[in-house]
């Protein structure tokens, strides 16, 4: 499976960003995709994540600001970020897991000013 994300970029806090991720190869019928980010010197953490029937779970810091989408027939997952803080400021991975196997993007830079 293979994985390529964009829409990140630079925003001014309070702003908004999308991101996209699409997914390609072999790809079977209970699945998760979702979004984690990380900044340096510091673990990947959890962004949000969306089950095949649609169920998502989040983050303590993105709910009510973030919202994860997915279109099963396209191979996309979307990631809209509302409110955007300084904090937020990351290297955000998309990713796929199935059958046990886990796939990471490429990472996308999203960068919030203050």
């Known amino acids: 499976v293979q994985l390529q994300a964009s829409g990140g970029g630079l925003v001014q806090a309070g702003g908004s960003l999308r991101l996209s991720c699409a997914a390609s190869?072999?790809?079977?019928?209970?699945?998760?995709m979702g979004w984690f980010r990380q900044t340096p010197g510091n673990q990947r953490e959890l962004v949000a994540v969306?089950?095949?029937?649609?169920?998502?779970n989040y983050a303590a810091s993105a709910k009510g600001r973030f919202t994860i989408s997915r279109d099963k027939a396209k191979k996309m997952v979307y990631l809209q970020m509302n409110s955007l803080k300084p904090e937020d400021t990351a290297v955000y991975y998309c990713?796929?897991?199935?059958?046990?196997?886990?796939?990471w993007g490429q990472g996308t830079q999203v960068t919030v000013s203050s």
């Open positions: 990713s796929f897991q199935q059958r046990g196997d886990a796939y």
């Open positions: 190869g072999s790809i079977f019928g209970a699945n998760v």
């Open positions: 969306i089950l095949s029937n649609g169920a998502a």
